[in-house]
């Protein structure tokens, strides 16, 4: 059998290949900030670096003179760092703009979960708000960026308050306690009651049956707020419902009079509704169950009334929620003399930086020595913290550049619409028309765009609020996506609720107006308004 030879050769081959200096990245991260993280990671770098600090040069010293003081390389980089761009004009991030070391090709580099394709078309993903059985029309989506989440303490804290003024004994305080630490934000109680009686004879020591369980559990969901501890949104609903029916001697003579009047107790019905007919109540066929019951239409509409007043989330209702934050503008726009005048928010911790004198003659000192290998390994650190410390500079200063053309950019696409605070003078713009305007790359507008707010003499509002992709009109101008939702939210706010308008009535509607679209394209902008479809949106 005959053995393979295996023969080594040499070769030069010739590659492209992308490197990007340390400025450069540098400066993509910088261009992701909002100016509120751009405070910290200033304040990061102060606090990291301590040839670098704040206010202005007294000597007068200007970036370009620093460059005597070192060429050496970022640890872990390769070759020169080179600069990040020439003062007065930006340099591009993108495939146009980083450009690789001896004329080596240069490819665009992408952070995070790729989702550019649908930022360059114009498509701004919007999450939906949840629907509660039939609470009607949504509101508009609200930014996550701008609410905080309520905080669920003082709502455990008042249970436990109450349930020690209510638990009898010694083991039904400490199973109340249990079922009361096991609630979730919401107040309810999604453990199987079987492993609850599990844990208590690993965690607690204390052997029960499910009906003791069940019994303690009874007196927890009696505590306030009404539906707390309930196991499913059926048994919250209930809870409060059966709540309020025990409080029915606190009601007039007048009100139980009116109720009779309508051949019903609402109350009563809305129990009946709930407990035995859920799942075709919460698919909203009214007009069956009033058949199946015999109700009048004035009669289901009544007992409607009662459920929408309950609160799916009775977890909410004690919670203080913490101040919400508040979204810092990272630009200004004002009209003045009918002039769009353009600010950059600098943030308050964004000031003047240079490179410490302290350190910049201690260089000096150590490179005129020249003397062991101790002081040419300081003189090597001293060097490297002062070119980070250019670097950073540069790169706030390229930031703020970046930043204005692409704002100015925005300003000159829908000048119309910021003159007028008209969202109908919004025209249809994408992320490359702003790119081909300012000669940069899109990756690098979608860094400029993300999770940046502008203020402007109407509003405040996110910068990827004024993007949306063009809808054909027959009259030749193409409209925004924006301009189509808006006219479409007018159209249902004006319908007949008891016949509201459906996908097609709606295309309809907006072809008479002159929008060429499809019926598909009518169902995701009624959903991105957080509209239920027009079933749901029925009131009887």
Known sequence: MKRMASKSRLGLHQRLLTKLSPQQIQLMKLLQLPVSALEERIQAELEANPALEEGRDEGGLELGDLGDLGDSTDEGGEGDAGEVGEAGEATDLGESGVSGEGGEEATTLEEGPVAEDALYAGEWSEDQTDDYLDQGQQAPEVDNRMVNQTSGGSFLEDLLAQWHMVAESDEENRIG?????????????????????????????????????????????????????????????????????????????????????????????????????????????????????????????EARSEILTLNPRPGDSLAQPDEAPTAIPDFYVMLRDGRLELHLNEGNDSKSLKISTYYREMLEEYDGRRAGKGMREASQFIRTKIDQARWFIEALEQRGQTLRLTMQAILDLQQDYFLSGNKARLRPMILKDVSERIGMDVSTVSRVVSSKYVQTWFGHFPLKAFFSEGIATQSGPEASAIQVREVMGTLIEAEDKSNPLDDDALLQALLEMGFRLARRTVAKYREQLGIPVARLRKLY
């Open 177 to 301: 306690l249990h079922l009361i630490g096991n609630l979730d934000p919401d107040g309810y109680l999604r453990r199987p009651l079987a492993n609850l009686v599990d844990d208590l004879a690993f965690q607690e020591n204390l052997v029960i049956q499910l009906p003791r369980l069940q019994e303690v559990l009874a007196k927890v969901q009696e505590l306030d707020p009404p539906g707390v501890g309930a196991q499913d949104l059926q048994e919250c609903l209930l809870l409060q419902l059966r709540r309020r029916l025990l409080n029915r001697g606190h009601w007039t003579g007048e009100e139980e009079t009116a109720a009779q009047a309508q051949g019903g107790d609402p109350l009563e019905d809305a129990i009946l509704l709930l407990e035995h007919h859920f799942e075709a109540y919460g698919q909203r066929q009214f007009d069956r169950l009033a058949a199946k019951l015999g109700w009048s239409t004035e009669r289901m509409r």
